[in-house]
């Protein structure tokens, strides 16, 4: 282990998508094997796709994965302030891994509290600092929002706190590189240039040295050198924190495959709960809320929901609940995860008005089940066993809501001391709130073999996961200037 201690660094954008998170997590992984003790760290994160920690809070997914990066154990200081949209108007605020409500996005960003907020993070990014080095820390969206600038609590105020050698972000694949850096760097006050060091031009395709002229332009118009050009790649896998990527996901029906639908809810939560589905190499996994492309899957899924009632009344509406139901109707299988398995049931009460106005809505009725909504969240990591299977599996829980058998049935999982979850109805019909269920081979298995009998290939996901950290390390050191960054952090 190497004890040297170094300076932060960050990693910040000219906007949102840009490859800010999968560069930090290379990063980590890279520190990690050079000997280091880093650990990742984003101030203000707002996602859908969240994780638990052992100690059951909640943090964004990609910092999780940052820290899978580093090989450390998540925690909430990596992450201590989670904004989940309930609404186009409306977030959860989750503080230091525990909810602690709603709130608007004007009444965030202007309320008093945003000091109490950076006082917050700031506390939190020193208690981890204080055990790990070097802080891997992530920007959020541009860092040239002006209006946004003064309450900011998660980029260059962040960033100058830390002590941060911080390196600008820029996706050339989306076209305007030359504005979006110039642009980003000339509207920063020379405080905020002060802590720039560098810039990273992600996501370009072809050979970077026909970009030999457009690095120098870039260098003479902000001062700061481009320290890598990162090329746009397919074959490494790492898993993304924003529904954005969902866009870029297959959208139809395949021959020859098991064809499996997702249903795309609007606030559609923890879609990597299908990333290791979705390499089965027997399966064709797609995102759709479109009626007939759910007629054409073999498979139905309904996701995880930040705002169950809401999105149970839109696929009421949109047609996609006859689809379900149809498909059900046609002996195809149908499960429900978290807020999916709460709308296969008969019916979503919210008597405290956690989710809406609105007390209680009809459900799919395909599992004879109903749900409660309350205030209090459950987050859990867990072991369990499927379907009494001697196998021992591994998830998570995260949801606000109890759901109660109203007939005597088969649990889907049940765990070490007893408990029971979901409903089993039959083999092609159930609901679980295990988020990750789908990350163990044996439950894979088990929902394909109606359709195929070709075996599926048993692996360590994690095995795998390992190795596409150790082949981003590798693509970032063979494309950025990896001694330049070392002097820049060196204490």
Same mark, same amino acid.
């Given at each position: 282990?190497?004890?040297?201690?170094?300076?932060?660094?960050?990693?910040?954008?000219?906007?949102?998508?840009?490859?800010?998170?999968?560069?930090?997590?290379?990063?980590?992984?890279?520190?990690?094997?050079?000997?280091?003790?880093?650990?990742?760290?984003?101030?203000?994160?707002?996602?859908?796709?969240?994780?638990?920690?052992?100690?059951?809070?909640?943090?964004?997914?990609?910092?999780?994965?940052?820290?899978?990066?580093?090989?450390?154990?998540?925690?909430?200081?990596?992450?201590?302030?989670?904004?989940?949209?309930?609404?186009?108007?409306?977030?959860?605020?989750?503080?230091?891994?525990?909810?602690?409500?709603?709130?608007?996005?004007?009444?965030?960003?202007?309320?008093?509290?945003?000091?109490?907020?950076?006082?917050?993070?700031?506390?939190?990014?020193?208690?981890?600092?204080?055990?790990?080095?070097?802080?891997?820390?992530?920007?959020?969206?541009?860092?040239?929002?002006?209006?946004?600038?003064?309450?900011?609590?998660?980029?260059?105020?962040?960033?100058?706190?830390?002590?941060?050698?911080?390196?600008?972000?820029?996706?050339?694949?989306?076209?305007?590189?030359?504005?979006?850096?110039?642009?980003?760097?000339?509207?920063?006050?020379?405080?905020?240039?002060?802590?720039?060091?560098?810039?990273?031009?992600?996501?370009?395709?072809? *050979?970077?040295?026909?970009? /030999?002229?457009?690095?120098?332009? =870039?260098?003479? @118009?902000?001062? !700061? &050198? #481009?320290?890598? +050009? $990162?090329?746009?790649?397919?074959?490494?896998?790492?898993?993304?924190?924003?529904?954005?990527?969902?866009?870029?996901?297959?959208?139809?029906?395949?021959?020859?495959?098991?064809?499996?639908?997702?249903?795309?809810?609007?606030?559609?939560?923890?879609?990597?709960?299908?990333?290791?589905?979705?390499?089965?190499?027997?399966?064709?996994?797609?995102?759709?809320?479109?009626?007939?492309?759910?007629?054409?899957?073999?498979?139905?899924?309904?996701?995880?929901?930040?705002?169950?009632?809401?999105?149970?009344?839109?696929?009421?509406?949109?047609?996609?609940?006859?689809?379900?139901?149809?498909?059900?109707?046609?002996?195809?299988?149908?499960?429900?995860?978290?807020?999916?398995?709460?709308?296969?049931?008969?019916?979503?009460? *919210?008597?405290?008005?956690? /989710?809406?106005?609105?007390?209680? =809505?009809?459900? @799919?009725?395909? !599992? &004879? #089940?109903?749900? +409660? $909504?309350?205030?209090?969240?459950?987050?859990?990591?867990?072991?369990?066993?499927?379907?009494?299977?001697?196998?021992?599996?591994?998830?998570?829980?995260?949801?606000?809501?109890?759901?109660?058998?109203?007939?005597?049935?088969?649990?889907?999982?049940?765990?070490?001391?007893?408990?029971?979850?979901?409903?089993?109805?039959?083999?092609?019909?159930?609901?679980?709130?295990?988020?990750?269920?789908?990350?163990?081979?044996?439950?894979?298995?088990?929902?394909?073999?109606?359709?195929?009998?070709?075996?599926?290939?048993?692996?360590?996901?994690?095995?795998?996961?390992?190795?596409?950290?150790?082949?981003?390390?590798?693509?970032?050191?063979?494309?950025?200037?990896?001694?330049?960054?070392?002097?820049?952090?060196?204490?």
């Amino acid at each position: 282990m190497n004890t040297k201690k170094l300076r932060p660094i960050m990693f910040v954008g000219t906007g949102s998508d840009v490859g800010k998170s999968v560069i930090t997590a290379g990063f980590c992984r890279i520190f990690k094997q050079d000997g280091y003790q880093p650990a990742p760290f984003k101030a203000q994160n707002m996602s859908l796709n969240s994780y638990v920690t052992a100690d059951g809070l909640e943090l964004g997914r990609a910092q999780a994965v940052q820290a899978e990066a580093a090989q450390v154990p998540c925690e909430s200081d990596m992450n201590p302030v989670l904004l989940k949209p309930t609404n186009d108007k409306t977030s959860q605020v989750v503080l230091n891994g525990k909810p602690v409500g709603n709130q608007s996005a004007y009444e965030y960003f202007m309320a008093n509290d945003r000091q109490e907020l950076f006082s917050a993070v700031k506390e939190a990014f020193d208690r981890l600092a204080a055990r790990y080095s070097p802080i891997v820390m992530e920007g959020a969206g541009s860092i040239s929002e002006l209006n946004l600038k003064h309450r900011d609590i998660t980029n260059l105020r962040m960033a100058a706190h830390a002590g941060a050698a911080t390196y600008l972000v820029a996706d050339i694949d989306k076209g305007g590189v030359f504005g979006s850096v110039y642009g980003t760097i000339a509207l920063l006050t020379p405080e905020e240039c002060a802590c720039m060091k560098g810039i990273i031009i992600n996501k370009f395709r072809g *050979d970077a040295r026909l970009f /030999e002229d457009g690095k120098q332009m =870039l260098e003479e @118009l902000t001062g !700061l &050198p #481009v320290v890598g +050009v $990162l090329p746009y790649f397919r074959d490494i896998y790492i898993e993304q924190e924003d529904s954005v990527s969902l866009e870029l996901k297959y959208r139809s029906a395949v021959e020859g495959k098991v064809n499996v639908a997702v249903i795309l809810l609007k606030r559609l939560s923890n879609f990597t709960d299908f990333d290791r589905l979705e390499k089965d190499p027997r399966v064709n996994l797609y995102y759709t809320n479109e009626p007939s492309e759910i007629a054409n899957a073999s498979i139905v899924i309904i996701p995880g929901s930040k705002n169950t009632i809401g999105d149970m009344l839109a696929i009421k509406n949109n047609g996609v609940a006859k689809a379900i139901y149809d498909a059900h109707k046609e002996g195809k299988t149908v499960i429900g995860i978290c807020g999916g398995y709460q709308m296969l049931g008969e019916a979503i009460l *919210d008597p405290g008005h956690v /989710e809406s106005e609105i007390e209680e =809505l009809p459900g @799919l009725g395909l !599992l &004879p #089940v109903k749900t +409660v $909504l309350q205030p209090e969240k459950t987050t859990q990591q867990c072991t369990f066993h499927f379907r009494g299977n001697e196998e021992q599996c591994v998830g998570y829980e995260i949801h606000m809501g109890r759901t109660d058998a109203l007939h005597p049935g088969e649990p889907v999982a049940t765990f070490p001391d007893g408990r029971r979850d979901g409903y089993y109805l039959d083999a092609k019909t159930w609901g679980t709130y295990l988020h990750g269920i789908l990350d163990n081979q044996l439950v894979i298995d088990s929902i394909l073999e109606p359709y195929t009998r070709e075996k599926g290939i048993s692996y360590s996901y994690q095995d795998y996961k390992e190795q596409q950290y150790d082949k981003l390390a590798d693509l970032l050191r063979a494309n950025i200037d990896m001694e330049l960054i070392y002097k820049s952090i060196a204490l």
